[in-house]
């Protein structure tokens, strides 16, 4: 089989032109968000919507749940779609979720989004306390059942813990290294040291506020980023997680940095003159655009295998590992 | 394989002992009870409840999702377990929830219990009106699905619009024909002779309210009133449902027939002097004996082809065929 292509996050407003340029796009399969502060039951109503675009387009995109199902998108021509948490909302102070939430079809939970969770603490707050009790619990029933812990959202001693916790190799889905841009979501080398040392993943992100220059970083300085990481961490522990945001207006944002938690404005990476989703680079806009990182990363010296292993070869690597019974 | 022993209803306070007596009486699948009164989110933790009982007891028990999975359980030397709603409650007035309790493993769901609901009419009901607006939609995700109709608890015209409105054959899971005893929750001949035309099948219930002459019921009296349907019906259409409540203290009979309804007593099938659970046939108290009713069907004069179809081979048929996606 060719190598896949995977995007491992992405919360586009999806809808059948997005299916389509996933096709278009030659995208097998992407990993999507379905709860950033949704309940249990709230994001069981995300799932339910995601089953009726499954039984409405059933041509264009299939529900995944284990790597062969990429494999079985790419043969039939469709995009696989994995479902993920950026938060463990839904699971509430209740370990028993875990499981329910994989027979649901859920392969990545985050510990946290940006504020303290039940389980341990994200990037925004001003003391990272680590994992909680409960935090270790829950990782420990992550790797039974096989639900990838995601760091991307959380504070630097919980993300360390939480690799050095987990039985299983983690993910950090969508983050860059802060040695390129010192952002708050970007990450340590201490930590993406820590990550690829025990096998975890490293999804580079396109979200504008991770990148260095923002919206105008050029995909020459995007390449070079990954060709560094690549050198530090190992081309094989790199993917994709673009978190593409296509099509959302920019109420989702102020929900995504919000929530219920707060009755003030937070503006997360954002500022309040500059409140809403950010451009995206040029050359990435959609679906369509993987191409202009394949033949950046050509351009910056990278072989064939390692691109195809970037690309999509590392994460379908990842989920056959990571998404069975321990 | 030699036929499979399938009990298609219980409703037992599970326990390891129990799992252990469903390994000594050789029973290779159960289909069980997770809601009466439950909303969706107390059902699923019933789920949960059920989902500890897999983890803590893998050799007794494992999960079952379809009739491949009865066949594991006897490779195996384990009991299947499957799980089955009595009253459409888990899924409110949600169609979209269907398919979430079909992914979370649930392959029966009765369209009431003993009242009105929003599907259809009740068997305790003065007026029985057939399926509702909602109902024939619910059946119509069902079929596609891939859950089966159980008409258990319905009234009779309820029962019949739900045979014919159904693509796919139907299941009586546990209830006797009228014509033997005639209580409230037995069956008519006319929705027998309809539920079998049809390809549905029903599960012969030992619960005492639903027998000739209640506790005191004879093994041949009940296994004569098998003859007399399989000789109206067709024995492929005929199986198990035992209906047992092993255990169950009676303040959960009183859950069953009261929930959250009505702030009066309800005795149900009992009466005020004889309020709880009652006692057992002396030949069917627990999951090993099942041998009994199959010598009694021996007695009668059955074959043993038809003997294995009763005790598990119609149930592992209809499983086959009911289970998956139309």
């Not at 987990?166 to 969508?174: E, G, K, L, M, V």
Request: aromatic content about 10%; overall charge negative.
């Amino acid at each position: 089989m060719k190598a896949p292509l995977i995007d491992n996050l992405q919360y586009a407003k999806f809808s059948p032109r997005i299916f389509r340029q996933m096709r278009e796009g030659g995208v097998d399969a992407v990993h999507v968000t379905i709860a950033y502060h949704e309940n249990f039951r709230e994001m069981v109503l995300n799932l339910e919507g995601w089953n009726r675009w499954f039984e409405m387009h059933p041509k264009l995109i299939m529900r995944g749940t284990c790597a062969g199902d990429v494999r079985r998108a790419r043969e039939t021509g469709r995009t696989a779609i994995f479902f993920g948490f950026q938060n463990p909302s839904p699971i509430g102070d209740d370990i028993g979720l875990v499981e329910i939430c994989h027979q649901l079809g859920v392969r990545f939970m985050q510990l946290t989004y940006n504020n303290q969770s039940l389980l341990a603490t994200g990037c925004y707050e001003d003391e990272d306390t680590g994992l909680t009790r409960m935090g270790r619990q829950v990782v420990a029933e992550m790797n039974r059942v096989g639900m990838v812990v995601d760091m991307s959202h959380s504070a630097e001693r919980s993300t360390l813990e939480a690799i050095d916790q987990s039985a299983r190799p983690i993910a950090i889905t969508h983050a860059n290294p802060d040695w390129w841009h010192p952002a708050l979501r970007n990450k340590s080398d201490e930590v993406l040291r820590a990550l690829t040392r025990a096998g975890g993943m490293l999804g580079f992100s396109i979200y504008p506020h991770h990148l260095k220059d923002g919206s105008a970083c050029t995909l020459s300085s995007f390449c070079e980023m990954v060709a560094e990481a690549a050198d530090r961490y190992g081309a094989e522990h790199l993917g994709i997680g673009s978190d593409l945001c296509q099509d959302q207006p920019d109420s989702v944002v102020e929900w995504m940095r919000v929530g219920r938690w707060t009755k003030a404005m937070d503006y997360g990476e954002g500022t309040a003159d500059k409140a809403g989703f950010p451009p995206m680079p040029s050359w990435f806009a959609n679906n369509r655009d993987f191409g202009n990182i394949r033949r950046g990363l050509v351009a910056v010296g990278f072989d064939g295998g390692e691109i195809d292993g970037i690309m999509g070869g590392n994460w379908l690597r990842f989920y056959d590992e990571g998404f069975g019974p321990a």
